[in-house]
């Protein structure tokens, strides 16, 4: 096999740096596969997993919402001696944009609206639950709309336990009765019950303003918000992969 060859056998391997972690994934075919979460935790630990799999990739194509633990990082790939692409707001078509802050809009917010529309031939709304919980709406022009900032469900509920400590930690879920008769359950209408109806009046705004759009979720809380919203849904943990992927 030439050299050519063997360099056109590797792969990218794409790193998004959010407020809570760095997620590495990289394609196995068709599939995405992610650096095992425990590895990465630490921007230590990802280039150490990075340096230990130098063969197996060509490119590192990386983008996020925290500029300095980026240039950090991408200071010491470079040293290492890889080829790395960081993808910025200024890679975004600026018609795929109506947003009256362009330079200041966190770019996994339009990758994630922008890995959806490939995914339906419907307008989207993606709500991203991560550290922050983003409701965000692309039309089928994949122009992105804007949406919602909001305070992610762990953030949301560990308020309470931090400003009212003589109160119970309750799991987030929605009781079985309405109102709440018991301290356990009155909070957790006042968590998981509020952050759903929150949710539910953000997806009405959309349809009242935009109509029909397939719902999708993605960031490390999907789980949990897909259970609190009972309709339907696209869970897509991959989906700002599936945007930056569809932008480069
Ligand atoms: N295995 C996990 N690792 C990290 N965060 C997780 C995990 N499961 C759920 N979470 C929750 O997901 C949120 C982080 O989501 P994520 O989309 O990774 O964040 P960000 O993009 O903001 O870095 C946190 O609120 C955290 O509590
Ligand atoms: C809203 C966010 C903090 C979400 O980040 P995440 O929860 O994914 O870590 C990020 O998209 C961001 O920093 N946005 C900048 C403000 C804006 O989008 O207008
Ligand atoms: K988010």
Redesign the pocket.
Known sequence: MSKFDSASLKKQLFL?V????V?AVYKEGMAWKKVD?HSAQTGKQLILWIENHRDDFSEIVLAGVRTEVQQALVGELQQADFNIKTVTNKDIPRDLLDYETPDTLGI?RFLACYGATFQTKEAVVVI?????TTIDYMGRDKIFRGGVIAP????FTELLPKHAPALPNVEVEIPQSWPGKSTIHSLQWGQAGFYKFALQAMLNEYEKEFGQFDLFI????RQTIQQLLSMDSKLRPYLIFEGLEKLI
């Open positions: 998004d959010g407020n809570t972690a997620k979460a996994d991203d639950a991560g550290t922050a992610g469900l762990t953030a993605t960031g490390g809380n």
